[in-house]
């Protein structure tokens, strides 16, 4: 039997895990599309606290299990959950990590399941599944084995984990709360003989904000242009930098190039943001304080 005649018959041994926090309405669109193609689909409210019942209720009465925390316990915890109460059903054997803001193609499940199964058939354990674009972007690759295609750092909504991955590198590390969760986990696998295989297909997802960039109360043009940067809301910094720290720290020894390449990026990009991004001395501020915090080895949500 083919892969491909294989995994059509298996979408009901894959269950979404959906993390929320403050979601908008458009939550419920995409738990429908993900309900589409699964019969099992978890929607883990990360303590979002009054004010988003109503969508909550109607992800509920389009089909998904609602999971709600006490408070807001970060993307890790609340991915850690969901994927404890999914893997409570009978016959599950892979796990889609899904951002509230994502949506996926009808077809886009199945495509990773093939290619999950293409993986295995050419004799390769895939650790991880990530599509090969998002938003139309290319997924950085990691060459090929035995004809599959790797991929480097996937991002962790749209990602096909398989149990059995579970089973041998645990969960993810709760105590990043958000940033570089999926990039961890990713070396954990890697670490562990588990590469990430690319499937040919794309979702789209929102990755930063764009604005115009200002020098001196200015907007900077660029060919009769508003020129724009993209950047991170002002508390992610935090995160950014102090879990930099944490991750890196946890793999110098064997990933050295990739620490200090992931290090000088994000000062680069920092610097970036700084001359020419509104919001400047904000996030400075926040960038700063995630240092300090990842030298001392702070874990968890950030100490107000």
């Known amino acids: 039997?083919?892969?491909?005649?294989?995994?059509?018959?298996?979408?009901?041994?894959?269950?979404?895990?959906?993390?929320?926090?403050?979601?908008?309405?458009?939550?419920?669109?995409?738990?429908?599309?993900?309900?589409?193609?699964?019969?099992?689909?978890?929607?883990?409210?990360?303590?979002?606290?009054?004010?988003?019942?109503?969508?909550?209720?109607?992800?509920?009465?389009?089909?998904?299990?609602?999971?709600?925390?006490?408070?807001?316990?970060?993307?890790?915890?609340?991915?850690?959950?969901?994927i404890a109460r999914a893997r409570s059903s009978a016959g599950i054997e892979h796990i889609v990590t899904v951002d509230q803001d994502s949506l996926l193609p009808d077809d886009y499940v199945q495509k990773l399941l093939s290619a999950s199964a293409s993986a295995r058939s050419a004799g390769v354990q895939p650790g991880l599944v990530s599509p090969a674009r998002i938003h139309g972007n290319p997924v950085k690759r990691a060459g090929t084995r035995r004809g599959v295609v790797l991929g480097r750092e996937p991002i962790q909504s749209g990602l096909l984990i398989p149990t059995s991955t579970l089973d041998i590198i645990g969960n993810f590390w709760d105590g990043l709360f958000i940033d570089l969760v999926d990039t961890e986990?990713?070396?954990?696998?890697?670490?562990?003989?588990?590469?990430?295989?690319?499937?040919?297909?794309?979702?789209?997802?929102?990755?930063?904000?764009?604005?115009?960039?200002?020098?001196?109360?200015?907007?900077?043009?660029?060919?009769?242009?508003?020129?724009?940067?993209?950047?991170a809301a002002t508390w992610r910094y935090y995160y950014i930098f102090r879990n930099?720290?944490?991750?890196?720290?946890?793999?110098?020894?064997?990933?050295?190039?990739?620490?200090?390449?992931?290090?000088?990026?994000?000062?680069?990009?920092?610097?970036?943001?700084?001359?020419?991004?509104?919001?400047?001395?904000?996030?400075?501020?926040?960038?700063?304080?995630?240092?300090?915090d990842g030298v001392r080895g702070d874990c968890g949500r950030k100490h107000q």
């Not at 992800?59 to 299990?65: P, Q």
């Not at 562990?192 to 900077?220: C, I, N, Q, Y």
């Open 244 to 292: 930099r720290i944490l991750v890196g720290a946890r793999y110098v020894r064997r990933h050295p190039v990739w620490v200090v390449v992931g290090v000088l990026t994000d000062l680069r990009h920092l610097a970036f943001v700084t001359v020419l991004a509104p919001g400047r001395t904000a996030r400075l501020a926040s960038a700063i304080s995630g240092i300090v």
């Open 185 to 231: 986990y990713y070396f954990r696998a890697l670490d562990a003989g588990l590469p990430t295989v690319l499937a040919d297909t794309e979702f789209d997802h929102s990755l930063g904000t764009m604005v115009d960039a200002k020098v001196f109360g200015r907007t900077v043009r660029v060919g009769g242009r508003n020129l724009q940067v993209r950047i």
């Open 1 to 82: 039997m083919t892969p491909e005649l294989d995994v059509s018959t298996r979408l009901a041994s894959v269950a979404g895990v959906v993390t929320a926090f403050h979601p908008t309405p458009h939550l419920v669109e995409n738990v429908a599309s993900l309900l589409k193609q699964l019969s099992t689909v978890v929607v883990v409210d990360d303590g979002s606290g009054e004010g988003f019942d109503h969508i909550f209720g109607a992800v509920a009465e389009a089909g998904a299990v609602v999971l709600t925390l006490e408070s807001n316990s970060g993307i890790a915890a609340a991915l850690n959950a969901g």
